[in-house]
């Protein structure tokens, strides 16, 4: 295939604006007529809660405070509608929404926020996945904190580990992180020429974020355009709602031009995190190092809200083995909640934790067998028609032994020899 | 003291929404004033370079230079839903779903070609560099500017979809195809630790990533040094120093994340093997650049020390208490 375009290295059609500073981000669009808008959001892990917004109301330049009381369909969440748009009842996590104050100037809304009453009555809260899963626990969401259990079984793991020369037995605990991104959430909302509810704001995905507000709204979707602007990095954190819902809502009852910028301290409430994963691993293989078995359980914090947590535990799960072929194979991954800030998708969206336990327990085994970590990689490694522990057929494009090869080659590794490096 | 040692990391990833979910990208092309094309998608550009590698590829199906490609990829009044910009997913599906909305407006030129140009079937059209002509009697030739003035203004239009193959595991047994395609990766890297402070610095990494083809090898290699960071940072530096619910380091100057001081000029090798679903055998590779780093940093803070570590993050603090706790064991045995 002769490629003219593909395989160039055109520069970014993007650079010249970002460079220049002429890219326009949430944050840089202003209107005539604009206000402001500011989130309430809860100071406890876990409580029910009353709501009083009645002194805040009577702050001259306060325009409307919102509460779940405002929103037609307070629902939303990417799989699961588990998130509330403003908690009505409870909150389960520091930094749940609870109202919404629009007013004149930013200051006036800092103002009203200090001004609405919360009560708290507090409930026990569950920070510990592995606590959470007890029957006992306090409860997050419904009757139990279990989100999902995802399971594979194939061969006989206990087989496996009989016939086993080594076997090797680790726990590995990793922690929540954010994403970081440099530019912290921002939009506004206005009312189109053509009546739209218009919402500019940075998203991965406009079409969703469109969905889920004509749901909260309860209005059709053609009703409702989304503007992405330029996105100061993103990773998986902007792809649950944040301020999307807010500003449309805002706009379509005030029918004004609405305007919310989140401080750095504020975006690490808004958005979600990494899930932590609590990985348990046994791993056996032979004499000459061929895995035999590998039993994983895998459990992961989904905090307070459920997000993309199927999908990532999934994940998890799936990539247990790492990029090796393994006759018996036994994996459980669990998504749990509990009251800490909400986990979602994040680059490699739990395929990138297992790799920490993984890429260990091989090392570990090479190291028992008195072989080099490259060796017993180069035993087990999928190549181009293994079978991955779900039995699917990786029947092309997987040049894993060239990446290695390579990777030795320039670091020198030593391969074939009895001690690591 | 200052030790050093080396580690390997070996991932593998798969792309897309997964286990049978329907993972569907569209897109639409279209002829605008002067002969240029519109590409009307919502695949989002996060930073990650879909603008640019997206074009490419349409701009490779038709034959033209990216210069005369117009990208709109703003607003959902104008353009069709091309998923999440997630997943690893916009090159391979949105890729794939331009690619098949380029070649349908190609054949939809040829047609109106053959109307315009008075001939009796497409054979032998070729469409390249914003014109149609005839291949073997190149006067019968149309522009795309010419076109697009006999045409009623913007109505020259296709689309394209694309929707990925997976299969849903099943629930006992986790038995499916949950992902396609897979993408691989190997990282090694050579570290300094230095005992007395827990400081760990990385003295070399060679990082070798199938992408199945590169569309843009820089932008490859763009993500390769992100993804790194990104890596040393989950490993070495963040923490969110959550208690009882509560985010303590909720700013920069607490959560710390590596700056350019801390990263280092990463050997990046390219490897391809072309993938026969994919647009132009080009894989997603978005996600898998961060996915092998951090292993290997591990496996090389035991090559370097001899300690396990089991808990993330590796931050000073607790690398020092963990090589203490170590030579305590080791005390105690003895």
Redesign the interface.
């Known amino acids: 295939m002769k490629l003219e375009v593909v395989g160039k290295n055109i520069l970014r059609i993007d650079a010249l604006s970002k460079v220049t500073g002429r890219a326009l981000y949430p944050e840089d669009f202003y209107m005539e007529g604009m206000v402001y808008g500011k989130t309430l959001r809860s100071k406890v892990p876990h409580a029910y809660i009353k709501v009083d917004t009645s002194r805040a109301e009577k702050i001259d330049g306060v325009i409307k405070i919102f509460t779940h009381k405002d929103v037609p369909n307070n629902k939303h969440g990417v799989v699961f509608k588990d998130h509330e748009v403003f908690c009505s009842e409870k909150v389960r996590r520091i930094g749940d929404p609870i109202a919404f104050v629009v007013a004149k100037d930013r200051k006036t809304c800092e103002l009203a926020l200090e001004n609405i009453l919360v009560e708290y009555e507090e409930i026990e809260g569950v920070f510990d996945p592995i606590e959470a899963m007890k029957d006992d626990a306090p409860k997050v969401h419904g009757d139990s904190n279990i989100v999902y259990h995802f399971k594979i079984r194939k061969g006989d793991v206990e087989e496996g580990f009989k016939n086993s020369h080594v076997i090797v037995e680790n726990t590995y605990k990793t922690h929540m992180v954010d994403h970081a991104f440099l530019q912290p959430e921002a939009g506004l909302s206005f009312i189109d020429e053509e009546g739209r509810i218009t919402v500019i704001v940075a998203t991965q995905y406009p079409h969703y974020d469109r969905e889920e507000i004509a749901s909260a709204l309860k209005i059709a979707e053609d009703k409702v355009r989304l503007i992405n602007a330029n996105i100061g990095g993103a990773f998986g954190g902007r792809e649950d709602i944040s301020l999307q819902i807010h500003l449309a809502l805002a706009a379509h009852e005030l029918k004004m031009p609405v305007k919310v910028v989140y401080s750095r301290e504020e975006s690490f409430l808004a958005h979600s995190k990494r899930h932590p994963l609590i990985m348990k691993y046994k791993t056996g293989a032979d004499k000459d190092g061929k895995l035999l078995a590998l039993e994983a359980e895998i459990i992961g914090d989904t905090g307070a809200y459920a997000s993309w947590a199927t999908n990532v535990l999934r994940k998890s799960g799936v990539h247990a083995t790492g990029p090796y072929f393994i006759p018996n194979v036994k994996v459980d991954s669990y998504a749990v909640y509990t009251n800490n800030p909400y986990a979602g998708a994040m680059r490699g969206f739990g395929a990138t934790q297992v790799p920490i336990a993984h890429e260990q327990q091989m090392d570990m085994l090479a190291e028992k067998l008195g072989m080099d970590p490259i060796t017993i990689r180069l035993k087990n490694m999928f190549k181009k028609g293994s079978v991955t522990a779900t039995g699917q057929v990786l029947t092309e494009s997987v040049p894993l032994q060239e990446c290695l090869e390579r990777v030795v080659e320039k670091m020198d590794f030593p391969v074939g020899e009895k001690e690591a490096y | 003291m200052k030790k050093i040692?080396?580690?390997?990391?070996?991932?593998?990833?798969?792309t897309g929404?997964?286990?049978g979910f329907p993972d569907v990208s569209k897109a639409r092309v279209r002829l605008l004033e002067g002969g240029k094309v519109g590409i009307y998608v919502?695949g989002?550009?996060?930073?990650q370079?879909a603008?640019?590698v997206l074009?490419?590829?349409g701009?490779?199906t038709l034959?033209m230079?990216?210069e005369d490609i117009v990208?709109v990829?703003?607003?959902?009044?104008h353009m069709p839903?091309a998923?999440?910009?997630?997943?690893s997913r916009q090159t391979y599906n949105t890729g794939n779903a331009i690619r098949v909305a380029c070649e349908n407006f190609r054949n939809k030129l040829k047609e109106l070609a053959r109307e315009h140009l008075a001939l009796n079937s497409i054979y032998g059209l070729k469409v390249e560099n914003g014109k149609i002509y005839l291949d073997f009697f190149p006067q019968k030739s149309l522009s795309f500017e010419e076109l697009f003035e006999k045409s009623s203004k913007g109505d020259i239009e296709a689309e394209g979809e694309f929707v990925a193959q997976t299969v849903m595991?099943e629930?006992?047994?986790?038995?499916?195809?949950?992902?396609w395609?897979?993408t691989?990766?190997?990282?090694?890297v050579?570290l300094e630790v230095d005992t007395l402070t827990g400081l760990v610095e990385i003295r070399?990494a060679?990082?070798?990533?199938?992408v199945?083809?590169?569309?843009?090898?820089?932008?490859v290699e763009g993500q390769m040094d992100g993804?790194f960071a990104?890596?040393l940072?989950?490993v070495l530096f963040?923490?969110?120093n959550?208690k009882?619910?509560?985010?303590n380091n909720?700013?920069?100057s607490k959560?710390l994340?590596p700056t350019a001081m801390d990263t280092l000029e990463i050997?990046k090798?390219i490897?391809?093997?072309?993938?026969?679903t994919?647009p132009?055998?080009?894989?997603g590779i978005?996600?898998?650049t961060?996915?092998?780093v951090?292993?290997?940093i591990?496996?090389a803070i035991?090559?370097a020390i001899g300690v396990?570590i089991?808990?993330?993050?590796v931050t000073p603090e607790r690398l020092v208490k963990a090589i203490q706790e170590h030579e305590k064991e080791k005390g105690e045995v003895k």
């Open positions: 040692g080396r580690g390997i990391g070996l991932s593998f990833y798969g929404y997964g286990n919502g989002t550009e996060v930073g370079g603008k640019t074009t490419q590829i701009a490779e034959k230079p990216v990208f990829h703003e607003d959902t009044v839903d998923g999440t910009a997630a997943a595991m629930e006992e047994t986790g038995q499916g195809a949950p992902y395609p897979y691989f990766n190997a990282c090694g050579e070399k060679v990082f070798a990533q199938d199945g083809r590169a569309i843009n090898p820089h932008l993804g990104m890596a940072g989950y963040e923490d969110l959550l009882e619910g509560k985010i909720n700013k920069f959560y994340i050997e090798i490897v391809e093997d072309p993938e026969s994919a132009y055998g080009a894989k978005g996600e898998p961060m996915i092998p951090g292993p290997a591990l496996n035991y090559d396990r089991t808990e993330l993050p």
